[in-house]
C-alpha cells in the first residue's frame, strides 16, 4: 500500500471516529430528550446508540473493502479477470476483424417487412407475378427443354433451393458454386454469391443463357421459345398491355416481379420482434445475444440478416441499399484457419479476382439458413453448427471450443512495429449451440410446415 493510500485510509478513519463522536454526543444531549418514553429509561438510550452505531460501523467497513480493493496489487485481481493465455502472439492474418458497434448505439433487431420493394420501372402487379411463375416453372426456357428455375430453386417444396452442394444444370453438367435460395432474394441489393447482378431483372437473364444452368443460345433464342409457346399470349396481353411484344427483357421483368413475392416475414424471431415474447425458446434467446455480442451482426445486420440488402432501414425510411464502406463484399476467409484447406475455401475467389490471395463474397441473407444446407458458395459444409464455428473464427477471431488460442492475447503489426491487447470472443460448444439454435428462429412457420410435409 502506497503512503498516500496510507493517508486516505487514516483520513477516512478519522472521519468515521469523528462522525461516531458526534452522533453519540447527539443520542445523548437531543435524541433522548426528545424522544417520548424510548429516551427516557436507559435502555431505551443503550437502544438508540447501538443502532445507529451499526450503521457507523457498516459505513467504516465498506469504506475500508473499498479502499483494499483499490489499492491491492494489480496481479491478485487480475486472474480473476479474462486475461487468459496473454503472452500469445498473435498471427499477422488476425487483423481483419471487424469493428462490432459500439455499445452507444444499440443494435435495433427489425422484423421482415411484409412486402418487397420494387423497381420504379418495374412495378409489382398480380398480372406479371403470375406469369412471372408461369416462366420460372417452364422447363421450355432450357436449350435441352429439361431444366428450369424451379429445378434449382425448389419453391414448392419451401426450400428454393436444390440441396446439392454445387447446382446440376443441363445435361448432367455441374456447376461450381452452391445454388443460394430465391426466398427473399428480393430483399439483397446485390444478387449472387460474388454480388455481380445489381438486380433481379438483371439477375433473371443470366440463368438461362449460362452453358451449364440452361445453355440457351441468346436472349432472342429465349423470347422465341416464349413467342412459340401459345400458353404464353394471354398471361402477357394480361401483364404487360395487349399485343405487348414478348421480349427477353419482359421475360426477365416477369420473374423478377415473381420472385418479389418469394418473402418468409412469418419466422418465429419476426413475430418476437413484433412483440410475441413467447416465440423464441431460452436457447434462442441466448444465441440472438451471442448473435450480437460475438459481432455476427457487423456483417449478417438488418432484417433480412446480409448487410447487402435493401432492408437495414429504419421504420419509415425509403428502401435504400445501404451504403457501406466496401459496398456488399467481405472477405472471405478474413482470417487464416484449419478451416480453409479442410473446406476449400480460397480456390474460388469470388469477387476477388484470379490474384487474389483469399476470396470476397457477398454478405448472404441467414433467413431460412437451416433449410438450406449444404452451406458456403462451394456447399462444402453440411452442418449449421460448423458454419457457426468458421464464421466465428475467420470472420470475428474468435476461439471456439478446443482451439487453444483462448481469450485476450498480444497482437504484433509488423506495420507499425507495435504491439497491441486484442480480446477475442470466446465461444464455447454450448454457444455456437445457442447460436445455430438462433439461425433456426429464422426459419418461416410456412416453409417449416412444407418441408416437414415432403
Ligand atoms: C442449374 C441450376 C440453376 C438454374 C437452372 C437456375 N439457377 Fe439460379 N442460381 C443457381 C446458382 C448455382 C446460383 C449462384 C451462382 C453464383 O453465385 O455464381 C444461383 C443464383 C440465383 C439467384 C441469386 C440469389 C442470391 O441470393 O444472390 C437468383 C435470384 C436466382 N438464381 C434465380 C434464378 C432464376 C430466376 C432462374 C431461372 C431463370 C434460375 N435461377 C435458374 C443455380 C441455378
Ligand atoms: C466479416 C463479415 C462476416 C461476419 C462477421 C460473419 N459473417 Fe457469416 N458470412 C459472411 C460471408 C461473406 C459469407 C459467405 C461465405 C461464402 O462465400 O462462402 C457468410 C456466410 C455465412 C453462413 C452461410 C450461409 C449460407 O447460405 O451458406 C452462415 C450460416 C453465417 N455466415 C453465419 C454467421 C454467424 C453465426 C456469424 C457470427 C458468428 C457470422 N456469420 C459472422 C460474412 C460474415
Given at each position: 500500500?502506497?503512503?498516500?493510500?496510507?493517508?486516505?485510509?487514516?483520513?477516512?478513519?478519522?472521519?468515521?471516529?469523528?462522525?461516531?463522536?458526534?452522533?453519540?454526543?447527539?443520542?445523548?444531549?437531543?435524541?433522548?430528550?426528545?424522544?417520548?418514553?424510548?429516551?427516557?429509561?436507559?435502555?431505551?438510550?443503550?437502544?438508540?446508540?447501538?443502532?445507529?452505531?451499526?450503521?457507523?460501523?457498516?459505513?467504516?467497513?465498506?469504506?475500508?473493502?473499498?479502499?483494499?480493493?483499490?489499492?491491492?496489487?494489480?496481479?491478485?485481481?487480475?486472474?480473476?479477470?479474462?486475461?487468459?493465455?496473454?503472452?500469445?502472439?498473435?498471427?499477422?492474418?488476425?487483423?481483419?476483424?471487424?469493428?462490432?458497434?459500439?455499445?452507444?448505439?444499440?443494435?435495433?433487431?427489425?422484423?421482415?417487412?411484409?412486402?418487397?420493394?420494387?423497381?420504379?420501372?418495374?412495378?409489382?402487379?398480380?398480372?406479371?407475378?403470375?406469369?412471372g411463375r408461369q416462366l420460372f416453372y417452364d422447363a421450355n426456357l432450357s436449350q435441352t427443354r429439361d431444366v428450369s428455375c424451379a429445378s434449382c430453386h425448389d419453391v414448392d417444396g419451401g426450400t428454393g433451393v436444390d440441396s446439392r452442394r454445387t447446382s446440376k444444370g443441363i445435361r448432367g453438367q455441374m456447376g461450381g458454386r452452391n445454388a443460394p435460395t430465391v426466398w427473399n432474394a428480393a430483399f439483397q441489393a446485390v444478387l449472387f454469391w460474388d454480388g455481380r447482378s445489381p438486380s433481379l431483372e438483371d439477375q433473371a437473364k443470366g440463368p438461362p443463357l449460362n452453358?451449364?444452368?440452361?445453355?440457351?443460345?441468346?436472349?432472342?433464342?429465349?423470347?422465341?421459345?416464349?413467342?412459340?409457346?401459345?400458353?404464353?399470349?394471354?398471361?402477357?396481353?394480361?401483364?404487360?398491355?395487349?399485343?405487348?411484344?414478348?421480349?427477353?427483357?419482359?421475360?426477365?421483368?416477369?420473374?423478377?416481379?415473381?420472385?418479389?413475392?418469394?418473402?418468409?416475414?412469418?419466422?418465429?424471431?419476426?413475430?418476437?420482434?413484433?412483440?410475441?415474447?413467447?416465440?423464441?425458446?431460452?436457447?434462442?434467446?441466448?444465441?440472438?445475444?451471442?448473435?450480437?455480442?460475438?459481432?455476427?451482426?457487423?456483417?449478417?445486420?438488418?432484417?433480412?440478416?446480409?448487410?447487402?440488402?435493401?432492408?437495414?432501414?429504419?421504420?419509415?425510411?425509403?428502401?435504400?441499399?445501404?451504403?457501406?464502406?466496401?459496398?456488399?463484399?467481405?472477405?472471405?476467409?478474413?482470417?487464416?484457419?484449419?478451416?480453409?484447406?479442410?473446406?476449400?475455401?480460397?480456390?474460388?475467389?469470388?469477387?476477388?479476382?484470379?490474384?487474389?490471395?483469399?476470396?470476397?463474397?457477398?454478405?448472404?441473407?441467414?433467413?431460412?439458413?437451416?433449410?438450406?444446407?449444404?452451406?458456403?458458395?462451394?456447399?462444402?459444409?453440411?452442418?449449421?453448427?460448423?458454419?457457426?464455428?468458421?464464421?466465428?473464427?475467420?470472420?470475428?477471431?474468435?476461439?471456439?471450443?478446443?482451439?487453444?488460442?483462448?481469450?485476450?492475447?498480444?497482437?504484433?503489426?509488423?506495420?507499425?512495429?507495435?504491439?497491441?491487447?486484442?480480446?477475442?470472443?470466446?465461444?464455447?460448444?454450448?454457444?455456437?449451440?445457442?447460436?445455430?439454435?438462433?439461425?433456426?428462429?429464422?426459419?418461416?412457420?410456412?416453409?417449416?410446415?412444407?418441408?416437414?410435409?415432403?
Amino acid at each position: 500500500m502506497s503512503a498516500e493510500n496510507l493517508g486516505f485510509l487514516l483520513i477516512g478513519i478519522a472521519a468515521v471516529i469523528l462522525g461516531a463522536t458526534i452522533i453519540v454526543m447527539l443520542v445523548r444531549s437531543e435524541l433522548a430528550a426528545a424522544s417520548g418514553n424510548v429516551g427516557k429509561s436507559s435502555g431505551g438510550k443503550l437502544v438508540l446508540a447501538v443502532a445507529l452505531g451499526m450503521g457507523v460501523i457498516a459505513f467504516s467497513f465498506k469504506l475500508a473493502v473499498f479502499t483494499l480493493m483499490t489499492t491491492l496489487p494489480r496481479q491478485t485481481i487480475t486472474p480473476l479477470m479474462v486475461e487468459r493465455h496473454f503472452a500469445e502472439i498473435v498471427p499477422a492474418s488476425w487483423s481483419t476483424m471487424p469493428e462490432i458497434p459500439q455499445k452507444d448505439e444499440p443494435y435495433v433487431w427489425q422484423a421482415l417487412p411484409l412486402a418487397a420493394p420494387a423497381p420504379a420501372d418495374n412495378p409489382t402487379t398480380p398480372e406479371k407475378v403470375a406469369l412471372g411463375r408461369q416462366l420460372f416453372y417452364d422447363a421450355n426456357l432450357s436449350q435441352t427443354r429439361d431444366v428450369s428455375c424451379a429445378s434449382c430453386h425448389d419453391v414448392d417444396g419451401g426450400t428454393g433451393v436444390d440441396s446439392r452442394r454445387t447446382s446440376k444444370g443441363i445435361r448432367g453438367q455441374m456447376g461450381g458454386r452452391n445454388a443460394p435460395t430465391v426466398w427473399n432474394a428480393a430483399f439483397q441489393a446485390v444478387l449472387f454469391w460474388d454480388g455481380r447482378s445489381p438486380s433481379l431483372e438483371d439477375q433473371a437473364k443470366g440463368p438461362p443463357l449460362n452453358p451449364i444452368e440452361m445453355g440457351m443460345a441468346s436472349g432472342e433464342a429465349v423470347a422465341q421459345r416464349v413467342r412459340d409457346d401459345a400458353a404464353y399470349r394471354q398471361p402477357f396481353d394480361r401483364a404487360f398491355g395487349k399485343n405487348a411484344p414478348i421480349t427477353f427483357d419482359r421475360v426477365a421483368q416477369a420473374i423478377a416481379a415473381y420472385e418479389r413475392t418469394l418473402i418468409t416475414p412469418d419466422a418465429p424471431y419476426d413475430r418476437f420482434v413484433r412483440g410475441d415474447r413467447l416465440a423464441l425458446t431460452p436457447a434462442q434467446l441466448r444465441g440472438m445475444a451471442l448473435f450480437q455480442s460475438t459481432g455476427c451482426i457487423s456483417c449478417h445486420s438488418g432484417a433480412n440478416f446480409s448487410g447487402a440488402s435493401f432492408v437495414n432501414l429504419k421504420d419509415g425510411d425509403p428502401p435504400a441499399a445501404v451504403a457501406t464502406d466496401n459496398g456488399h463484399l467481405r472477405m472471405f476467409p478474413g482470417n487464416d484457419t484449419p478451416y480453409v484447406q479442410r473446406y476449400n475455401l480460397v480456390a474460388d475467389k469470388g469477387a476477388g479476382g484470379r490474384d487474389a490471395d483469399r476470396g470476397v463474397w457477398r454478405i448472404p441473407s441467414l433467413r431460412n439458413v437451416a433449410l438450406t444446407g449444404p452451406y458456403l458458395h462451394n456447399g462444402s459444409v453440411d452442418k449449421l453448427e460448423e458454419v457457426v464455428r468458421i464464421m466465428a473464427m475467420s470472420q470475428l477471431g474468435a476461439s471456439v471450443g478446443t482451439d487453444t488460442h483462448q481469450g485476450r492475447m498480444v497482437f504484433w503489426s509488423q506495420d507499425d512495429r507495435s504491439v497491441s491487447k486484442v480480446d477475442r470472443p470466446v465461444l464455447s460448444d454450448g454457444d455456437v449451440q445457442d447460436i445455430a439454435a438462433f439461425l433456426k428462429s429464422l426459419t418461416s412457420d410456412a416453409l417449416a410446415k412444407k418441408v416437414a410435409a415432403r
